[in-house]
C-alpha cells in the first residue's frame, strides 16, 4: 500500500464518484482559480473512527482547529470544534465550517496552504468548553489569536487561545497539510481548483469513493472504515460578509505581530506597512470630503490648503485623478 493520505474528487458527485490520488491533475471541466474570483475553503465534516480514552465509558474531547495561509502571509487559525464526551463516527456540526473566504483572489498569492487538526484534548476544563459553546458564534471563537482584543475575557480568552496554540500536546486524531497551487496540470504540483480534498490520518488503498453524503466508500460500496478522515471542500463562491474578511485580515495581522508569519519582515515593519496602508485610505476618504463640500460651498482657507497638500501626494497621485477631477 503506498502512503496516500490525500485523495480528491471533483464538486459534481452525483451518487458517488471515484476518489483519486492525482491531485495534480485537473477535473473534467474544471480548471485553476483565476484573478478576481472568489474562493471559499470548507470544512463539510470529519469522521472518527479511534478511542482514545482508556476507560469504556470515555469518549473523546474533541477539537477541530484549521490554519489557512496564502505563499509567505502570516497563517489564519480558526477554530471549528471543540466538545466533550464525542461518540465515534462522522462530525459536521460546527461553529462555523468556513476555513477561509476571499471575494477577489489574486493570483500573485498562487499557493495556498491548509493545515487540519483533529485532536482528542485530555483534560480540558469543561466549564471552557461550556462557556466557549455560549458564545460560539463569537469572533473570538471563530479566530481565537483576536480573543483577547474583542471584549471575551470573560469566557477565558487565554485558555482558549493556548488550547489551540498547543493542540499539538494532546491526542492526535488527524494533523496533515495540503499546499495547493496555480500552476499547470501535471507538473508534480497539487492544483488549487475546486472540488473536495479528503484527508486520512493513515495510508489508504486505491479503489475508494465519495458518496453524496460526504462518506467515504470502498470498492464494493460498502462504508469505509480503515482510518479517520476529514473532507474540506474548495468552492469558486464567495461565503463570507464583509466583517468576515475583516476579521480574517485582522487575525492575520495578529499572527504576524506574534512572530507567526513567514514574510521575512519584522513584527514593526508589518504593522507599519498595514497602518500606512490605512492612512493612505483615510487621506483618500478626506479628499472626496473636501471636494463633496467645494461642490456645495466655499472652502475655507486651511481646507484649500489641506486639499492642494493631499491632491499633490505623489503616492497617491494613482488614485486621486477620479476623485480630484
Known amino acids: 500500500m503506498s502512503d496516500i493520505r490525500w485523495m480528491c474528487a471533483p464538486s459534481r458527485i452525483g451518487e458517488s464518484v471515484a476518489l483519486s490520488d492525482r491531485l495534480d491533475r485537473l477535473f473534467d471541466g474544471s480548471s485553476v482559480f483565476g484573478n478576481a474570483q472568489p474562493l471559499?475553503?470548507?470544512?463539510?465534516?470529519v469522521m472518527i473512527l479511534e478511542k482514545y480514552d482508556w476507560l469504556p465509558w470515555d469518549k473523546n474531547d474533541v477539537a477541530i482547529v484549521t490554519t489557512s495561509q496564502f505563499g509567505n502571509e502570516p497563517p489564519v487559525q480558526r477554530l471549528h470544534f471543540l466538545q466533550q464526551n464525542v461518540e465515534k463516527g462522522w462530525q459536521g456540526d460546527f461553529f462555523n465550517d468556513v476555513v477561509l473566504t476571499i471575494r477577489d483572489f489574486n493570483v500573485k498569492k498562487n499557493m495556498l496552504i491548509l493545515r487540519i487538526q483533529v485532536y482528542d484534548m485530555d483534560g480540558i476544563d469543561p466549564g471552557l468548553i461550556e462557556a466557549v459553546s455560549n458564545v460560539s458564534k463569537s469572533v473570538a471563537v471563530t479566530f481565537?489569536?483576536?480573543a483577547p482584543y474583542a471584549a471575551s475575557v470573560s469566557f477565558g480568552s487565554s485558555a482558549l487561545l493556548t488550547l489551540v496554540e498547543n493542540i499539538n500536546n494532546h491526542d492526535r486524531i488527524i494533523d496533515e497539510r495540503?499546499?495547493?497551487e496555480v500552476v499547470e496540470p501535471e507538473k508534480g504540483h497539487k492544483l488549487l481548483q475546486p472540488g473536495y480534498f479528503i484527508c486520512f490520518n493513515?495510508?489508504?488503498g486505491e479503489g475508494l469513493s465519495l458518496n453524496s453524503n460526504l462518506t467515504v466508500l470502498n470498492p464494493d460500496q460498502s462504508v469505509f472504515e480503515g482510518a479517520s478522515y476529514t473532507v474540506l471542500e474548495v468552492e469558486r463562491e464567495y461565503h463570507g460578509q464583509p466583517l468576515m474578511e475583516i476579521d480574517q485580515k485582522a487575525a492575520k495581522l495578529i499572527a504576524e505581530l506574534n512572530?507567526?508569519?513567514q514574510s521575512g519582515k519584522a513584527a514593526l515593519d508589518f504593522l507599519r506597512d498595514t497602518i500606512d496602508y490605512y492612512n493612505k485610505y483615510k487621506k483618500l476618504e478626506r479628499i472626496r470630503e473636501l471636494k463633496s463640500k467645494e461642490s456645495k460651498e466655499k472652502l475655507n482657507n486651511a481646507e484649500q490648503k489641506l486639499l492642494q497638500e493631499l491632491a499633490g501626494d505623489a503616492e497617491l497621485a494613482p488614485f486621486v485623478?477620479?476623485?480630484?477631477n
Open 40 to 45: 471559499t475553503v470548507r470544512v463539510r465534516g
Open 144 to 146: 481565537p489569536h483576536l
Open 178 to 180: 495540503l499546499t495547493l
Open 202 to 204: 493513515k495510508p489508504v
Open 259 to 261: 512572530g507567526k508569519g
Open 321 to 324: 485623478t477620479g476623485i480630484v
